[in-house]
């Protein structure tokens, strides 16, 4: 997987963990992620949380004759941060043929709940 020039090192986002229906990644709230007042911006969560789903549906299947595509994500944002990193725990909870659903918690170093998000990641065949 290329990042070098993606939304992945854009916003910052690093990879912790990739697991058998389970992903960690991270993501600094700073200049790159802020909205325009200065606090974490709900794009950027919404960002995090459909990688952390897609990355984790391509760990599922077999990337040299499907791939994955979002296809539809929401996000509740419950709680505000400035500064710091914000952690996404992304785990499968439907894990299908054709599509899998993804719940994401967005959490900030003191494990309080900042995004709670779920993800519909479609499996389509290669061409």
């Not at 960002?47 to 296809?71: M, N, P, Q, Y």
């Not at 003191?110 to 499996?123: K, N, W």
């Amino acid at each position: 997987m290329n990042v070098s020039q993606s939304l992945i090192a854009t916003l910052g986002m690093e990879m912790v963990e990739i697991g058998e229906g389970r992903v960690i990644m991270t993501m600094p709230v700073d200049e790159r992620t802020h909205q325009p007042f200065g606090f974490l911006h709900g794009g950027a969560s919404v960002a995090l949380a459909e990688t952390a789903a897609s990355v984790g549906t391509a760990a599922l299947i077999d990337t040299e004759k499907e791939a994955c595509f979002g296809l539809e994500i929401n996000a509740n944002h419950i709680k505000a941060k400035k500064e710091g990193t914000v952690t996404a725990i992304a785990t499968v909870a439907h894990r299908g043929r054709t599509t899998m659903v993804w719940e994401i918690r967005i959490e900030d170093e003191q494990q309080q709940l900042i995004c709670l998000s779920r993800c519909t990641v479609a499996v389509v065949a290669k061409k």
